[in-house]
């Protein structure tokens, strides 16, 4: 059964749809798919932004006052695929990489943004280790 925070990021992503319109979500879904059907995956870079009082301990913490809070990003990963895939009609199996990352915001908002790019599959021959340089 999904958790909380899942359920409010699916609300906040079928919000940011419904402002979007139907049309805009109709075209990048048929994007998506295109470019797969072309021999391409998906990167997803993540980012999510968070004002500075969750990301950040308060001055007045005693032990150590610039220790960052623990706020798992990686977890609301899952989260964000699921609900930009449903939102979009593909597959989140099709988003293959990415990056992510936690950012202060600017003012006091959350939210997350994420950028899609398409590229050709790597192999495994093409990487390079530093053992190998």
């Not at 049309?23 to 798919?33: E, T």
């Not at 706020?71 to 609900?83: E, Q, T």
Request: aromatic share 14%; proline share 5%; net charge positive.
């Amino acid at each position: 059964m999904p958790g909380k925070e899942y359920k409010l990021h699916l609300r906040d992503a079928d919000i940011w749809a419904k402002k979007k319109g139907k049309d805009l979500i109709q075209f990048w879904g048929s994007h998506i798919k295109d470019r797969i059907h072309q021999g391409f995956i998906v990167s997803v870079d993540t980012y999510f932004i968070f004002p500075r009082s969750k990301i950040w301990t308060l001055p007045t913490y005693k032990k150590n006052p610039n220790a960052a809070k623990k706020i798992d990003a990686s977890n609301r990963i899952k989260i964000a695929h699921d609900s930009i895939a449903e939102i979009l009609g593909v597959d989140d199996s099709y988003f293959f990489c990415g990056w992510y990352e936690k950012i202060e915001s600017s003012d006091e908002r959350e939210r997350t943004v994420m950028v899609f790019n398409f590229r050709k599959p790597r192999r495994s021959d093409e990487l390079v280790f530093p053992s190998e340089e």
